[in-house]
């Protein structure tokens, strides 16, 4: 039977045990007000640990988190200042295996944090911003917490039925937003070379932030372009009421953009708002490789924060800071490098820290996010570099080519063996 109660009169200590493992619902889908709770109480409960993919709310800092142990697959949104306190456990994982590992027991759930919205006239509650691996979390736990938000719009896709909630929150507060990042002149070159791959009728997959949203704004002279990706922005509205996003070419899921995460602003959410034009799924779906594999022109866009000479991609960590995350990059690199029609596409500035660095480098300062095996072309402001089927000594000279041109000689040198060897 469903325990029913407000904000203020929620006790945690009447559904977690000392020792648990909380799953927390990320991203737009945080249950904020049960993550307060946990700030709150979880001292008094002892021994908690909870995991959460990303978060954009604030919430969590070093000294919020102190009375549980918080791990997460990566720095990812305002989770980096955890990061650099040394108070956040790093879990390496691809997206796509996030939900397997909570269904194993090997990310821990005994207990669900998710935020859904109200019920319909069935008594089930769509799961509103977020689907991922919230369906893996409650099929795991033990206990079902649901922060049942007026807010929250009710979106199509997964169902959590209200039998399911066994500590129903009434909640009325608007949902976590990550506004638009704003454009610059790099970002805004790196989506004019980007957007030469996408032509009419592709699948795009892409994530959130300056050059994928400079990106989209190039695409309005296109012709049915579909969606199929793992998180989607404010972005994506434009284009469907431009009459761009029809969906229509998709040899799956037609005249549906098909995606995992609602990560924007309240303009986001009102138009998902009983949207039938758009799909709510767990990663099982959109991070498949069977179902990514009947998918023709499609093109991912996906983020690094450095490339080496050879083509290995780093998105985590630069030196001794964690910046990033594996994410879903190696499940829609290897999906778009193999889609007839199709391309992957890492896209990142030449360079960081006001010019000083080079972002193409003779070695990672990081770990190998994504195989030089996989990788198909790297798109920098200075131009696209096609990396599939070259070799070694040719990845080289292509990818100086888009490096920043004060750094090309001393990349040269460094090539140097690579070319007179071939390896």
Same mark, same amino acid.
């Given at each position: 039977?469903?325990?029913? $109660?407000?904000?203020?009169?929620?006790?945690?200590?009447?559904?977690?045990?000392?020792?648990?493992? #909380?799953?927390?619902?990320?991203a737009?889908?945080?249950?904020? %007000?049960?993550?307060?709770?946990?700030?709150?109480?979880?001292?008094?409960?002892?021994?908690?640990?909870?995991?959460?993919?990303?978060?954009?709310?604030?919430?969590? $800092?070093?000294?919020?988190?102190?009375?549980?142990?918080l =791990? /997460?697959?990566?720095?990812?949104?305002?989770?980096?200042?955890?990061?650099?306190?040394?108070?956040?456990?790093?879990?390496?994982?691809?997206?796509?295996?996030?939900?397997?590992?909570i269904?194993?027991?090997?990310?821990?759930?005994?207990?669900?944090? *998710?935020? *859904? =919205?109200p019920?319909?006239?069935d008594?089930?509650? =769509?799961?509103?911003?977020?689907?991922?691996?919230?369906?893996?979390?409650?099929?795991?736990?033990?206990?079902?917490?649901?922060?049942?938000?007026?807010? +929250?719009?009710?979106?199509?896709?997964?169902?959590?039925?209200?039998?399911?909630?066994?500590?129903?929150?009434?909640? /009325?507060?608007?949902?976590?937003?990550?506004?638009?990042?704003k454009?610059?002149?790099?970002?805004?070159?790196?989506?004019?070379?980007a957007?030469?791959?996408?032509?009419?009728?592709?699948?795009?997959?892409?994530?959130?932030?300056?050059?994928?949203?400079?990106?989209?704004?190039?695409?309005?002279?296109?012709?049915?372009?579909?969606?199929? !990706?793992?998180? @989607?922005?404010?972005?994506?509205?434009?284009?469907?009421? &431009?009459? *761009?996003?029809?969906?229509?070419?998709?040899?799956?899921?037609?005249?549906? !953009?098909?995606?995992?995460?609602?990560?924007?602003?309240?303009? @986001?959410?009102d138009?998902?708002?009983?949207?039938?034009?758009?799909?709510?799924?767990?990663?099982?779906?959109?991070?498949?490789?069977?179902? @990514?594999?009947?998918?023709?022109?499609? +093109?991912?866009?996906? /983020? &690094?924060?450095?490339?080496? @000479?050879?083509?290995?991609?780093?998105?985590?960590?630069?030196?001794?800071?964690?910046?990033?995350?594996?994410?879903?990059? #190696?499940?829609?690199?290897?999906?778009?490098?193999?889609s007839?029609?199709?391309?992957?596409?890492?896209?990142?500035?030449?360079?960081?820290?006001?010019? %000083?660095? =080079?972002?193409? #480098?003779?070695?990672? !300062?990081?770990? #190998?996010?994504?195989?030089?095996?996989?990788?198909?072309?790297? *798109?920098?402001e200075?131009?696209?570099?096609?990396?599939?089927?070259? /070799?070694?000594?040719?990845?080289?000279r292509?990818?100086?080519? +888009?490096?920043?041109?004060?750094?090309?000689?001393?990349?040269?040198?460094? &090539?140097?063996?690579?070319?007179?060897?071939?390896?």
């Amino acid at each position: 039977m469903t325990f029913t $109660t407000d904000a203020a009169g929620l006790d945690l200590s009447r559904f977690l045990r000392p020792g648990d493992h #909380v799953a927390i619902g990320q991203a737009c889908g945080e249950p904020t %007000t049960l993550v307060e709770a946990l700030i709150a109480q979880g001292q008094d409960i002892g021994d908690l640990s909870a995991f959460i993919a990303t978060s954009f709310s604030g919430l969590f $800092t070093p000294e919020t988190a102190e009375s549980f142990a918080l =791990s /997460s697959m990566g720095a990812i949104g305002a989770l980096r200042s955890m990061t650099k306190a040394g108070k956040l456990g790093i879990v390496p994982a691809h997206v796509s295996q996030i939900g397997p590992m909570i269904a194993q027991g090997l990310i821990g759930c005994d207990v669900a944090f *998710v935020q *859904v =919205s109200p019920a319909d006239a069935d008594g089930q509650h =769509s799961f509103g911003l977020i689907s991922d691996h919230v369906r893996a979390m409650i099929d795991k736990a033990r206990v079902v917490i649901a922060e049942i938000n007026d807010q +929250v719009p009710y979106s199509f896709g997964e169902r959590l039925p209200a039998a399911r909630i066994d500590c129903a929150v009434q909640v /009325s507060r608007p949902p976590v937003e990550v506004a638009p990042a704003k454009i610059g002149e790099t970002d805004a070159a790196i989506a004019r070379h980007a957007a030469g791959y996408i032509g009419d009728g592709a699948v795009i997959q892409t994530g959130v932030g300056a050059v994928p949203d400079a990106i989209l704004r190039l695409l309005h002279d296109r012709k049915d372009l579909g969606v199929h !990706s793992g998180m @989607l922005g404010d972005g994506l509205v434009e284009l469907v009421e &431009a009459g *761009v996003v029809t969906n229509a070419r998709k040899a799956i899921d037609a005249g549906v !953009s098909i995606n995992g995460a609602l990560i924007g602003t309240r303009k @986001l959410y009102d138009f998902a708002r009983c949207n039938p034009a758009i799909r709510m799924c767990a990663t099982s779906y959109t991070h498949d490789a069977a179902v @990514l594999a009947r998918l023709e022109r499609l +093109v991912t866009i996906n /983020s &690094a924060l450095e490339v080496d @000479l050879t083509g290995q991609v780093n998105a985590e960590q630069s030196g001794a800071a964690y910046l990033g995350g594996t994410g879903g990059q #190696v499940d829609f690199v290897r999906a778009g490098a193999r889609s007839p029609g199709g391309r992957a596409i890492i896209a990142l500035p030449a360079t960081a820290k006001d010019g %000083t660095i =080079s972002r193409i #480098v003779p070695t990672l !300062s990081g770990p #190998v996010t994504t195989a030089r095996s996989d990788v198909d072309v790297i *798109v920098t402001e200075f131009g696209a570099a096609e990396l599939k089927g070259q /070799s070694l000594a040719e990845r080289t000279r292509r990818l100086i080519a +888009v490096a920043h041109p004060d750094f090309r000689e001393a990349l040269d040198r460094a &090539a140097h063996t690579i070319q007179q060897r071939g390896f």
